[in-house]
């Protein structure tokens, strides 16, 4: 079982940074490859980016790539999503979650454990 909550949501302009962080319960964090999803209104949950076990491998949406970096910290249960160059467009509930069967997948119901989400608003 991991239980997953995020932090660090936030208004913010376009053009603007914000960095979301999700803290995991559980002694086996390590073994869970990690993903932030984004809902925005009326849209269905989507894919933003994955990272792997042990944090060397990445994969992200065409859609922030080259503005948004995932990263973990195994020792500290935590994974964290940088968010730079922020336009109206990202503006979403951002969600954490887990995979237990392996990593990189973008598929919701591949995802194991979710957190409850956190808002992001982007003004223009």
């Known amino acids: 079982q991991v239980q997953l909550v995020e932090s660090g949501g936030g208004l913010v302009q376009a053009g603007g940074s914000l960095r979301l962080s999700c803290a995991a319960s559980g002694r086996t964090f390590s073994s869970y490859g990690m993903g932030w999803f984004r809902q925005a209104p009326g849209k269905e949950r989507e894919f933003v980016t994955a990272i792997s076990w042990g944090g060397g491998r990445t994969s992200y949406a065409d859609s922030v790539k080259g503005r948004f970096t995932i990263s973990r910290d195994n020792a500290k249960n935590t994974v964290a999503l940088q968010m730079n160059s922020l336009i109206p467009e990202d503006t979403a509930v951002y969600y954490c979650?887990?995979?237990?069967?392996?990593?990189?997948?973008?598929?919701?119901?591949?995802?194991?454990?979710w957190g409850q989400g956190t808002q992001v608003t982007v003004s223009s």
């Open positions: 979650a887990a995979n237990s069967a392996g990593w990189g997948t973008r598929k919701i119901y591949d995802y194991d454990y």
